[in-house]
């Protein structure tokens, strides 16, 4: 939790984007308007100047798992070669949007277009293509247990590479140094390693085939807050590095800050707003303000909120 968020200039980025208003629908919570004006902060809606080429497009996602819509009406941009961070209470559909992004989860309407091209209609050739540019960061760091790290490291090269075992290794090698581990944990086995460590070998691996576009869903959760700082600054010198575009599912706002270029709060089944973060903050919105500076204060509510409904119920009136 931050009481005092970190002041941050965002770089020249795509301008904030505004959809227009927030829709109302019987199944979404009801929100109570804001009343009291706040300051001529407001901008008036606008869509993005693209200062750089879209790289996916989601647009007018509808998806659902069963009677639970986790989607409607869904827009998202990833601009090529920004770090793009996507912020949203717990359960809302980061992971489901981020892997929608790179085909692994269809939508049940709507479309994605990657550099123009419908993923749904992408043969599977161009889903090979498609698949050897973009890595993804699991949120749960996904490892076999039964590898050793080098395999768990090198298994994308294995698998789709005909390099040969020392170049793999050497690859591997690298990749661990990136993210500040010894060559001695190549022969380890993830059950040796600490919690830490294994999200840094996931980010390793992640960046060894080289791809063009990465995912980290989560990558910090659970994590101390030295860990936590020490992964921030690695996906900011991965990205420099490697001059990816990211995106990064994140509930931690010191983070966020510190490496976007632009931020989106997942918010009533849509990303109703993305852009730096001063932009966002400018916006003055009681519904993502949450997120921009305490996004625990919601589930504190929610909770006392909760926990009131649940004291009016057990109330008995008095016996006479
Ligand atoms: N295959 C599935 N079948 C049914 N429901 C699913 C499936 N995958 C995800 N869900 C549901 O979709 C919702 C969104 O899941 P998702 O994992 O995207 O949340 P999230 O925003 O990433 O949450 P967190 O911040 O906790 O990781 C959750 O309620 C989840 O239970
Ligand atoms: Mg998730």
């Given amino acids: 939790m931050l009481s005092t968020p970190p002041r941050w200039a965002p770089p020249e980025g795509a301008p904030v984007k505004r959809r227009g208003g927030l829709p109302t629908r019987s199944h979404a919570t009801a929100r109570a308007p804001s009343t009291a004006p706040r300051g ?91 698949r050897k540019e973009v890595s993804y960061v699991f949120q749960e760091d996904a490892l076999f247990d039964s590898m050793t790290i080098l395999e768990n490291v090198g298994y994308g090269l294995y698998e789709h590479t005909r390099m040969s075992d020392d170049e793999i290794r050497e690859r591997a090698r690298r990749s661990l140094e990136v993210v500040g581990l010894e060559e001695r944990v190549l022969d380890l086995m993830p059950a040796n390693l600490s919690g830490g460590m294994r999200k840094r070998v996931g980010l390793a691996r992640a960046v060894v085939t080289e791809p063009k576009i990465v995912l980290f869903d989560d990558p910090t ?37 510190a490496v976007s270029d632009r931020l989106t709060v997942l918010h009533d089944h849509k990303f109703p707003y993305s852009g730096t973060l001063d932009e966002l903050r400018a916006l003055d919105d009681p519904a993502i303000n949450d997120f921009l500076y305490d996004p625990d204060a919601a589930m504190r509510r929610r909770w006392a909120e909760a926990d009131a409904r649940h004291a009016a119920a057990r109330m008995v009136p008095p016996v006479e």
Avoid: C, N, W
Wanted: glycine share 8%.
């Fill in 221 to 257: 959760r659970g994590l101390d807050p030295q860990s936590i700082t020490r992964i921030g600054r690695m996906i900011a010198d991965l990205r420099e590095r490697f001059k990816i575009t990211a995106v990064l599912i994140t509930h931690d706002l010191r983070t966020a800050f």
């Fill in 40 to 130: 001529p902060s407001k901008q008036p809606p606008q869509e993005p100047k693209a200062t750089r080429e879209p790289l996916i497009e989601l647009s007018g996602i509808y998806k659902a798992f069963g009677e639970q819509v986790i989607f409607e009406d869904m827009d998202l941009t990833i601009y090529e070669g920004e770090l793009l961070s996507i912020l949203g209470e717990s359960g809302t559909g980061k992971s489901i949007a981020s892997k929608m992004a790179v085909g692994l989860v269809q939508p049940d309407d709507g479309q994605v277009l990657f550099r123009g091209r419908d993923v749904l209609e992408m043969d599977r050739d161009e889903l090979r293509k498609l």
